[in-house]
Every structure is written in structure tokens, then in C-alpha cells.
T-cell receptor, first 115, second 114 residues
């Protein structure tokens, strides 16, 4: 099956710093990548949809200046949490799809802890 | 906003028993998918059922979809301790700009006791 990786798998940072999370599709070209966040014992909430070569589409309530998304190639999308604060601590998961009408393949997630 | 609601929120059974989880949603969909998540890990895709399908099987999994009731069920037969995980349904809403976007239910925590 299709494999999606995320890096790093976990990160701890100080409040006010920026953190970049990478999402890569390893064996297929992803026209669309999605970013989700998940709080403990809760479900996944879609943050944004990113298409290669175009601006990301953010869900209502998600600050695009805080969560910068870049989808520079068909195999890589990055999420940068700018000026992170403790309330940004969460589990961030990406998914990738090659034609967005079929299943999405999920990465293993990145645990962000902001001190 | 969350479209899907799942019940039960938690399910505890013995190995060998069947586990049934239900999912309800609110809007028209293109497809409904079931995922599994082990604690603190990513999601594993289990099965996708399209809006024009009523039932689908994959190994010990059986998924049904009733679009008139806007509901789906996931049945895991002959459960194993390794099936212990959280299970989520996710809907791909039809129409508009939602195409391809998944909305997840709240999930069911399944515990299978050996």
C-alpha cells in the first residue's frame, strides 16, 4: 500500500518558536495533502487542504498565518506552526491522496509539545 | 464541525466475540471510510464504501451503509486482542468545495480482552 511519512515524530519546543513538520508520500505522487490535528482522546479535525503548486485551503477557524502550509512538490507538504504556544500542543497528522476521490493515506503523526 | 457520531463511545468485549460499531452522519456523502488508530499512532485505513454500495467485506470486517438513514456499521468478527484500538468513521461529503475532505466521527474505543 501507499506509504506516507512524517518528520519529526515528536517535537518539544519553547513558547514563541516556530516548528516545521514534514509530510512525504514515499511511493506515489500526491496531488492533494491534508493536515489534521487531534487532541487527546478526541477525533481528528481537518485543518487545511493543500494542493501541489497552489495555496492551501484552510478550514473555518484555522489561522492561516499561524499554520503555514507549503506543498512545493507532489511528494512533500510542510506545516509550520509559527510562534507556537502551549495551546498549540497537539498531535498533527497528515494524509495524502493521488486523486482525492479514493482513500487517503495517513502519516504516523507528529506529537508537538510547546512548553 | 464534526459530521459523524459514533456509538458506542467505548466497547469492551472478550476475544472471539464480535464487535459492532455504528456511525451516523448528517449530509449527503460520496463515500464513507473506516479507520483504525492505535494509541498515539497514525490512522490505518480499513475499508471504503461508496454511496451506491450497501455492504462490503474485507477479511473479518463487514461494513454496511444505509444512505436513507445516514448510518453505517462496522462489524469485526472473531475479535482478537490485537484489534484493541480506536475506530473512526469518516465521510467524504458530496458537493460544493468539500470534495475529498474527510469529516471524522468521534470514534469508538474498542478493548478486546484476551
Amino acid at each position: 500500500g501507499a506509504v506516507v511519512s512524517q518528520h519529526p515524530s515528536w517535537v518539544i519546543c519553547k513558547s514563541g518558536t516556530s516548528v516545521k513538520i514534514e509530510c512525504r508520500s514515499l511511493d506515489f505522487q500526491a496531488t492533494t495533502m491534508f493536515w489534521y490535528r487531534q487532541f487527546p482522546k478526541q477525533s481528528l479535525m481537518l485543518m487545511a487542504t493543500s494542493n501541489e503548486g497552489s495555496k492551501a485551503t484552510y478550514e473555518q477557524g484555522v489561522e492561516k498565518d499561524k499554520f503555514l502550509i507549503n506543498h512545493a512538490s507532489l511528494t512533500l507538504s510542510t506545516l509550520t506552526v509559527t510562534s507556537a504556544h502551549p495551546e498549540d500542543s497537539s498531535f498533527y497528522i497528515c494524509s495524502a491522496s493521488w486523486d482525492y476521490i479514493n482513500e487517503q493515506f495517513f502519516g504516523p503523526g507528529t506529537r508537538l509539545t510547546v512548553l | 464541525s464534526q459530521q459523524g457520531e459514533e456509538d458506542p463511545q467505548a466497547l469492551s468485549i472478550q476475544e472471539g466475540e464480535n464487535a459492532t460499531m455504528n456511525c451516523s452522519y448528517k449530509t449527503s456523502i460520496n463515500n464513507l471510510q473506516w479507520y483504525r488508530q492505535n494509541s498515539g499512532r497514525g490512522l490505518v485505513h480499513l475499508i471504503l464504501i461508496r454511496s451506491n454500495e450497501r455492504e462490503k467485506h474485507s477479511g473479518r470486517l463487514r461494513v454496511t451503509l444505509d444512505t436513507s438513514k445516514k448510518s453505517s456499521s462496522l462489524l469485526i468478527t472473531a475479535s482478537r486482542a490485537a484489534d484493541t484500538a480506536s475506530y473512526f468513521c469518516a465521510t467524504d461529503r458530496a458537493g460544493g468545495t468539500s470534495y475529498g475532505k474527510l469529516t471524522f466521527g468521534q470514534g469508538t474505543i474498542l478493548t478486546v480482552h484476551p
